[in-house]
């Protein structure tokens, strides 16, 4: 890509990006960047900072890659990651943080998005650990935070409280959320589907049977709750737990009659109209999934879609 690689030297002549496994999850990207640096390698961050027309990643999707040629993580539908990689190779021997665009727009004619557009991505060669160390602490504690890289400064700091991903004030800020963490309720098949293939997706799966079993604290908000018993009594409990704890999701199994009832369990108990509107019943995107694993399927898009919107609100 430039008349005189960095990486034409003997010692680097025989590198070439590779990837080390695939993933697209950012607590994978930022774990496999922490372990190159107190390895003794050096490594670098890709950001996808400006999308020009359609793209395959969301803004902020990133790569991390050592100076060895080993990467991880996606910032398109994997077209450009092998070239990137080189970007970034390039970067850690230069020692300064560079921005690359491919697609529509790019100096580099033989690297085409198949979606047509453009993106731009920022290329920072890390210094330290800690940043990064920072945001993986607060995700497990389930706090929601971010990252922001200064172009000029060529410097990056952690932000300890959620952050929406863009451009702001000339810097580019990230921002990282907990895992989505599914609480499956409900003594049957269709519970055990739905916590199988909750599990097989990669979220955190909590399954209870009953309600004393439940310990509410765990409700946060990047929580879903998945009611799927065939008692409303059972239901109740539960419910009031999740009118102050506010996770994005709650869904719960039956008819539009057993719906009804419940709405008005719930009124007597004094909830609001607005409150009651929160849970989604009958559950999932399509209706009248009456065998377990259409049911799981159904109620975990539904689940899915509620993030993303949750993401965009």
């Known amino acids: 890509m ?3 690689s960095l990486l034409d030297s003997p010692e680097n ?7 080390a496994f695939l993933t697209d999850d950012s607590r994978d990207v930022l774990r496999f960047a922490v372990e190159a640096l107190t390895s003794g390698m050096r490594a670098a961050l890709v950001t996808l900072v400006d999308i020009h027309g359609g793209a395959a990643r ?6 991390a890659v050592r100076d060895d040629g080993r990467y991880c993580g996606f910032v398109s539908g994997g077209c450009v990651e092998s070239a990137a990689s080189f970007e970034a190779m390039e970067a850690i021997v230069a020692g300064e943080d560079r921005q690359v665009r491919y697609g529509a727009g790019s100096p580099w004619f033989d690297i085409v998005l198949p979606c047509g557009g453009g993106i731009t991505l920022s290329i920072h060669v890390l210094r330290s650990s800690q940043p990064l160390l920072a945001v993986l602490n607060n995700l497990e504690q389930r706090q929601p935070c971010g ?3 200064d172009p000029h400064t060529q410097t990056l700091r952690s932000l300890p409280a ?14 990282y959320r907990p895992n989505v963490q599914v609480l499956v309720c409900g003594r049957s098949v269709e519970a055990q589907m739905t916590a199988s293939l909750a599990q097989a997706a990669g979220f955190a799966v909590h399954l209870s049977e009953s309600f004393p079993s439940v310990d509410a604290r765990i409700i946060d908000a990047d929580t879903a709750v998945v009611l799927l018993w065939h008692d409303l009594q059972r239901e109740i409990p539960l419910l009031l737990a999740t009118r102050e704890a506010a996770p994005f999701y709650i869904g719960a199994l039956g008819s539009h009659r057993t719906h009804c009832q419940r709405v008005q369990k719930l009124k007597a108990l004094g909830w609001r ?14 209706p009248k ?25």
């Open 2 to 4: 430039h008349n005189a």
């Open 13 to 19: 002549r025989l590198l070439q990006p590779e990837q």
């Open 58 to 63: 969301p803004l902020g999707a990133q790569m």
């Open 147 to 149: 990252l922001r890289y």
């Open 162 to 175: 959620r952050t929406q991903t863009g451009w702001r004030d000339a810097g580019f800020e990230m921002g």
């Open 273 to 286: 109209a607005d409150e009651i509107a929160r849970i989604k019943a009958p559950i999932g995107i399509f």
């Open 289 to 313: 999934a009456r065998d377990a694993r259409s049911l799981a399927l159904s109620v975990l898009a539904d689940v899915a879609a509620a993030r993303l919107a949750s993401g965009e609100a």
